[in-house]
């Protein structure tokens, strides 16, 4: 009888703890700033300046192809993992874009001149493919 007693206080404290059965903790990441945004760092390659922020949406979305770049544009060191793409580019009004599995592409621009920019997906999400384009 001391065994179930001592089992079903453990069970009662391990729900509460919890957030009974995990109810509360999605409360909690919702409650993050950057739950639902992607995010995007900014790094200027001639003076190293950095810059952050909240990505835009693009209106219509990963069904849309991204414009044919300019021949100004250059870009290298393209990276992708989990939630983040990130490119190097040099140009005159460019832009960065990173699709998410979430069906939604993430821009960040119009940029000018070197930079490297980085686009973290939403949490919960990862990246699947990315670019840059310009005009």
Do not use: H
Request: a positive charge.
């Amino acid at each position: 009888m001391k065994i179930k007693k001592s089992l079903a206080v453990l069970g009662a404290s391990a729900a509460l703890a919890l957030g009974f059965g995990g109810v509360a903790a999605p409360s909690a990441q919702a409650d993050s700033p950057y739950w639902g945004q992607a995010r995007y760092t900014q790094t200027n390659l001639r003076t190293g300046s950095v810059q952050t922020g909240t990505a835009m949406e693009s209106p219509g979305g990963i069904a849309m192809t991204p414009p044919v770049s300019s021949m100004s544009l250059r870009c290298w060191d393209a990276y992708m993992s989990g939630r983040v793409f990130a490119v190097s580019c040099s140009g005159v009004n460019w832009y960065v874009y990173t699709d998410c599995t979430n069906n939604r592409r993430y821009v960040v621009g119009a940029l000018s001149g070197s930079k490297r920019v980085a686009i973290a997906c939403p949490a919960g999400t990862r990246a699947v493919r990315g670019g840059a384009y310009g005009y």
